[in-house]
């Protein structure tokens, strides 16, 4: 079991998220099931099997789920330093060869929304950039070759 680093937002929100399953999502299917079930043949009975099929995927969602819950550990953000690049700070960071800058907070994978500008630290990038300092430079490498970013700027 991998553990997850996370704040006390992301705990709670994932939390909210299984409650949410457990409370709501799982008596609804299981009413899809019995309303199913009241219409006679199985055999032949495609809510049935659609319903069922949804029990499945929400079960398994709602143990995934639990699994990480289980192994998460939540860190405590008055504890961070902006003197190097770590988990749970924004980095602004420049491609040295585009010159195109961009800024990610690095966070837990099951935090990251890259839309959010929020990067996994598991991800090749965060990877090379964790424990750089402001001015250094990082070469990462990913699939389609090596990147060089310079470190603008590192804050909360």
């Known amino acids: 079991m991998a553990v997850t680093y996370m704040t006390a937002d992301g705990y709670k929100k994932l939390v909210d998220e299984l409650s949410e399953m457990e409370t ?6 299981s ?16 809510e049935y099997d659609a319903a069922k ?21 939540l860190i405590d953000e008055s504890r961070i330093s902006t003197d190097e690049v770590q988990i749970l700070t924004r980095v602004k960071i420049k491609n040295t060869k585009t010159n195109q800058v961009m800024s990610y907070l690095l ?21 090379g950039l ?17 990147l060089e970013f310079e470190i603008l700027e590192i804050s909360l």
């Open 24 to 29: 709501v999502q799982r008596p609804a299917i």
């Open 31 to 46: 009413k899809q099931i019995a309303d199913a079930r009241d219409k006679g043949d199985l055999s032949e009975n495609a």
């Open 53 to 73: 099929e949804a029990q499945g995927i929400l079960e398994m969602k709602i143990a995934e789920l639990k699994e990480v819950i289980a192994s998460a550990r």
């Open 107 to 127: 966070v837990s994978e099951s935090e990251a929304n890259f839309k959010e500008g929020k990067l996994s630290v598991e991800t090749p990038i965060a990877k």
């Open 130 to 146: 964790l424990g750089k300092k402001v001015g250094e430079k990082a070469k990462v490498k990913v699939p389609s070759g090596e």
